[in-house]
């Protein structure tokens, strides 16, 4: 009895330590693919816009995830496209620096789109890869049940996919498999972030995100392109209260009113519904203040693209 002890008491000494992973992962689609709705659901928490108009993601975003044996650092690129603007340049740019430094690819697909050129892209740039690359058929509440498995057989014939992950990033569903196979891929590593961060976008930046977000919410397609926020003040006050200032832009006059709203009603809608995102997330009292302003061209415009720090992070 006793030497039954002793051997599981030298058996529990010599027990390897846990073994500790993390890594980066790259966030890959076309727009709308849904890429910062998986970001958010990973992580547990909001550290991506999310709106159904395409290019809303700009920069590239970490989202940190950890537990006692992993952590996952997510980067939310820009849709894949075809650039018309200096800014669609820099996003392209950000796309491609995160697949050159990142462990694993998660390529997000809409199921409930066809295949086409833009797809056929994406491809290409994967085949330049020599990283594990997870196939995410996004959106399956969107396509009838039968025709999925065709689908699926359809896709896997495309490229050589580590595994391929059928979900829907909105509901949830059988988004809890990916974890645990991103844990199997990631290689030993140190923990790169505290434990209890999410994200390392900068302060004002995420403000500023989060006011572009309930301004893509709320306006129609004539705007979403066209309209950036730059955070031009952010302070704690001996109050406790965050205040804030920032300015909306856009290219045209028009887009200005549309914006404002009649007699003012639009941003001030804006800015009650960021600032109760923003408050969410500080959780403090928030004073958000908020202009609009019309700078042509703004999307070309170098100077002001280095200043609003649309570039990879």
């Keep these: 009895m006793s030497k039954s002890h002793q051997q599981r008491k030298t058996q529990s000494s010599k027990a390897e330590p846990k073994v500790f992973k993390s890594g980066f992962i790259a966030m890959l689609g076309r727009p709308n693919a849904g890429k910062s709705t998986l970001t958010n659901r990973l992580v547990g928490e909001k550290v991506a816009i999310v709106s ?3 290019q809303t993601t700009r920069n590239s975003i970490r989202g940190v995830y950890t537990d006692e044996g992993m952590q996952a650092v997510f980067i939310d690129t820009p849709g894949v496209h075809k650039p018309k603007f200096k800014l669609g340049e820099r996003m392209m740019e950000a796309v491609s620096d995160s697949l050159a430094g990142c462990d694993l690819v998660l390529y997000l ?9 833009g797809e056929q892209y994406i491809l290409s740039m994967l085949k330049k890869l020599q990283t594990p690359v997870f196939l995410i058929l996004n959106k399956i509440d969107l396509v009838e049940k039968e025709a999925l498995l065709p689908l699926i057989a359809a896709w896997a014939g495309r490229y050589d996919f580590a595994e391929v992950v059928p979900l829907s990033a909105l509901r ?18 140190p923990q790169y972030y505290p434990a209890d961060m999410i994200s390392d976008l900068p302060e004002n930046m995420l403000i500023g995100e989060l006011v572009r977000e309930q301004a893509l919410l709320l306006t129609n397609d004539e705007v979403p392109h066209s309209l950036a926020v730059n955070v031009t003040e952010l302070e704690e006050r ?20 549309i914006i404002i709203g009649k007699h003012g ?22 004073y958000l203040e908020l202009r609009v302003r019309a700078k042509k061209d703004w999307r070309n415009n170098e100077g002001l693209l280095d200043s609003w720090e649309y570039q990879e992070l």
Excluded: H, W
Aim: charged share 30%.
């Design 52 to 54: 159904d108009k395409p």
């Design 265 to 286: 009603a639009m941003l001030k809608e804006i800015g009650s519904r960021a600032r109760a995102e923003v408050e969410k997330i500080f959780a403090c009292p928030v």
């Design 172 to 189: 949830g569903e059988n988004s809890g498999e990916l974890l645990p196979l991103i844990r199997q891929y990631l290689p030993e590593g």
């Design 238 to 257: 001996e109050n406790g209260t965050l205040y804030v200032s920032a300015n909306i832009y856009v290219e045209r006059e028009s887009q200005k009113g």
């Design 109 to 117: 697909v809409d199921v409930s789109e066809e295949f086409g050129a």
